[in-house]
Structures are given as C-alpha cells and as structure tokens.
C-alpha cells in the first residue's frame, strides 16, 4: 500500500487555527499517513506586508503551532532552497525523495484552486500530485464543480474537494487584531508567546 502524504504550503504569517484545522481535515478525509507543513521562503502569487516574520521565525512559529498534532511534520525545503517558493519545484524535490509509489496530495483553499491553472508550470503540478481542494471563501458547488471539471478534462488532474468545511481566517485581519492587543482564539498561545518575546508583528 503507497504511503499517503499531503502538502500544506503558505506564507504562515502567522500559522493560525485556519492553517491546522485545515491540515486536520485533510489528514481525517483523505485518510493521510502524514502531512508537511512547508513555509514558503517567498510566494510567488503576492507581495508580503513590511510587518511580515522573517522566514526562521515563521518555521519556527509553525513548528510550534503543530508540535503536538500525530502525523503532522514542518518541513524548511522552501526556506532552504532560497528565492521565490514555486510549487512545482516543491513537488519534484518530494516525487524524488519519497520516489513513484507515494501519493502525493497538494492541499489548498478554493481561492487558490480557482486559479491553479494559472500557476507556474500548472500541467506537472497536476501530475505530479492529487489535489485537494478545502472549502473556504464560500464559492458556489456549481463554480468549484466546473472548475474540477475543467482541470479534469484539460490536465487529466486528480481533483477531490473535502466535504468539512474549513475555517477562514485572513492573516492581515489576525495581525491587526494582534497589534490592537484584543485577545484572540485564532492563534495558538505559544505562538503568541513567541510573537511577544520576538516582538513581532509590532507588538
């Protein structure tokens, strides 16, 4: 039986429920031997903010937010490789390491799986791995269906969206809230702790 692995990337400024239940859901419906948590070194799809973590803190921050979920790892790939975090290149360096018989799950929210076709190199990232889609930002079954539908027919992709439904949460809004000094559910408290000691974020 091929060991089945999921990959959850982002810019994790700062890593936040959204982020982990998120993985949780993939990791419970597409019944995962693990998932990666991989910080981006820097996104190729939007500039980060002035207030953003450095890369080591945002890994750090992560690894913290994950440290005690089974099955969950952080991986430094795209942070160790330098320049911008293009997926596909990701996912080669995974194909290569964990070799044909893996079967690799890219995880993402609706507002990137609308767009996938559009990524660097799109056609080997859909064959390179399964996607699964997590639902957020409320589009509608029928445009999310027709875009499956479309990538199916176009890439031959292996397209699943998971049935939970998925918490969202903008990290500029979290920052804000953040530097406003209002107490926050969406953040786990040592990463919070580790904002304050680091100050970051302005606090």
């Known amino acids: 039986m091929s060991t089945r692995i999921g990959i959850l990337g982002g810019t994790f400024n700062p ?3 959204g ?21 981006a070194n820097i996104p ?21 937010a994950s440290a005690e979920l089974p099955r969950h790892r952080v991986s430094d790939m795209e942070i160790r490789r330098g320049g911008a975090s293009f997926t596909v290149d990701t ?21 990137m799986f609308l767009t996938l076709d559009r990524w660097v190199r ?10 699964a889609v997590l639902r957020r ?10 875009k499956k539908t479309d990538l199916e027919n176009r890439f031959s992709a292996d397209i699943t969206i998971l049935d939970e439904d998925c918490v969202e949460i903008s990290s500029t809004e979290l920052r804000k809230i953040l530097r406003s000094g209002q107490k926050s559910g969406l ?15 302005g606090l």
């Not at 982020?19 to 910080?39: C, M, N, T, V």
């Open 15 to 17: 890593p936040h429920i």
């Open 91 to 111: 996912l080669t360096e995974l194909r290569t390491r964990f070799g044909d018989e893996a079967e690799l799950w890219l995880i993402m929210g609706t507002d």
């Open 187 to 201: 953040i786990d408290g040592c990463v919070l702790d580790y904002i304050r000691k680091n100050h970051l974020y």
């Open 137 to 146: 930002d409320a589009p509608s079954e029928k445009v999310l269906h027709e």
């Open 44 to 64: 190729p799809h939007k500039v980060l903010p002035d207030d953003t973590a450095s890369s080591a803190d945002r890994l750090k921050m992560t690894e913290i």
């Open 19 to 39: 982020h982990i239940r998120g993985a949780q859901i993939a990791l419970r419906e597409l019944k995962l031997d693990e998932i990666l948590l991989i910080p």
């Open 122 to 131: 799109a056609d080997e990232i859909m064959r390179l791995a399964k996607i």
